[in-house]
């Protein structure tokens, strides 16, 4: 961990905390990264302090993926990553969601490039997202059953395989 990286999760950090304590639950140093565990229930208004704060200014959200951690609980983890051009730094958010309830606030209103981000972690995983413009399948066909990055998801998937009749017998004639 080089000093720089260190000092940016503490003014991260800090500057959240001071807007509200519990708005940190964890700031997790690893690698030369620097990841901030926020409560869902503070993730817009985390965001929007990050993109907001003079201090601060992550005004790119680069990335935002999902892992699923089936069978713990919570189930998954949210990624943000953002950078702060004039700055030259980056940091993770990063947001733990029941597999009970799968609904946190959407970033769009903070960043307008989430959208498409949301929409494919809605179409492969199931998350939903609060205040989301257009919440749909991005990736797969509408009438698709499941979320096939879950990994409780059926390897062969929940369709039959159609019936391809002659097509794929070996032929008698060379």
Not at 9 to 21: F, K, Q, T
Not at 75 to 100: A, D, H, T
Not at 117 to 129: A, C, K, P, Q, V
Request: glycine letters at 4%.
């Amino acid at each position: 961990m080089t000093e720089s990286s260190s000092q940016n999760a503490n003014v991260v950090a800090e500057r959240l905390r001071a807007w509200n304590s519990k708005a940190v639950a964890e700031v997790i140093q690893f690698r030369d990264e620097t990841t901030i565990v926020i409560p869902r229930e503070f993730l817009r208004a985390a965001a929007e302090r990050c993109r907001q704060d003079a201090k601060l200014q992550y005004n790119l959200l680069s990335a935002a993926t999902c892992v699923d951690r089936f069978p713990h609980e919570p189930r998954f983890e949210l990624n943000y990553q953002l950078v702060s051009i004039s700055r030259r730094e980056k940091v993770r958010l990063k947001v733990r969601v029941s597999g009970n309830d799968p609904v946190v606030d959407s970033l769009v209103p903070v960043w307008p490039g989430a959208n498409w981000l949301e929409r494919e972690i809605f179409d492969l995983f199931g998350i939903r997202f609060n205040g989301h413009p257009d919440l749909r399948r991005i990736l797969l066909p509408d009438d698709w059953e499941g979320h096939p990055l879950r990994r409780d998801y059926p390897v062969e998937g929940y369709r039959d395989v159609p019936n391809t009749g002659e097509l794929f017998r070996k032929s008698s004639t060379p």
